[in-house]
């Protein structure tokens, strides 16, 4: 069974750890892991709520459509905390 992650663990562990890339936050063989590993951000970025849920993904990785929507917020975050230090280590501030 894959393992689950949420949007509050992986803010949690960026507070703690801000200057690490979050991808490494992300449990191997989670969804959120998957998501962050193979879809754009644009679709990441879109997926918000359980209305949104991939049916097909869901049955494959055993989630609720609740427990997608969460996973993709996990992956959402994570995607963006790194594209953000990715950023900085070139020296460019990011807009806030």
């Not at 754009?40 to 970025?45: D, G, L, Q, R, W």
């Not at 055993?62 to 280590?89: C, F, Y």
Request: charged share 30%; net charge negative.
């Amino acid at each position: 069974m894959a393992m689950k992650v949420t949007a509050a663990q992986i803010r949690s562990r960026i507070v703690a750890n801000a200057d690490e890339y979050a991808a490494e936050f992300l449990p191997p063989d989670s969804f959120a892991r998957h998501a962050f590993e193979t879809k754009p951000y644009p679709a990441i970025k879109r997926a918000k709520t359980a209305a949104d849920a991939d049916k097909a993904e869901c049955e494959k990785w055993g989630l609720t459509a609740d427990e997608w929507a969460e996973e993709m917020s996990a992956a959402r975050i994570a995607l963006a905390h790194d594209m953000k230090l990715d950023l900085l280590m070139k020296g460019i501030t990011p807009a806030m």
